[in-house]
């Protein structure tokens, strides 16, 4: 796995950690970790080779736990916190951030309130008129919306 796609897979997590309202602190961490990660001089894979979790732990927010996931998931693909995660909340959910106009507030309203986990139901959503029962959401963005879901092919 390349720093890019490690830190992919922590930007995620922490986004699917913040629809669940989890601990800021802890998403910040997650957040920290995965720019650390994208910033590294080295790939991490030679980090791991060179002096496993203590090595890595010599990167800037990367403690004992993160660098443990990071071996993980080198070792597996994934880690246990992040298959956790995707069991209390469908992962596709976080597609629906290509689109824009959706950031993380309006996504938790929309899988709370309105059960949406994938770009499929939202585009349906969007075609029924979905959009106008969306809290705080204005005529403009619902515009911005649906002319990224017409890029996007929806």
Known sequence: MTNQEI???FIRLADLLE???ENPFKIRSYR???QTIEDAAKPLTE???EGGAP???ELPGIGEAISQKIIDLLETGTFKLLEETKTQIPE???DLLQIDGIGIKTLQILYRQFQITNLNDFAKFVDGGGLESVPRMNVSTQKRIR???KRLGY
């Open 47 to 49: 980090i791991v080779e």
């Open 32 to 34: 920290t970790a995965a």
């Open 92 to 94: 596709t959910t976080l």
């Open 55 to 57: 090595k890595l732990r």
């Open 147 to 149: 002319e990224s879901l």
């Open 19 to 21: 629809l669940l309202d």
């Open 7 to 9: 830190s992919q897979v």
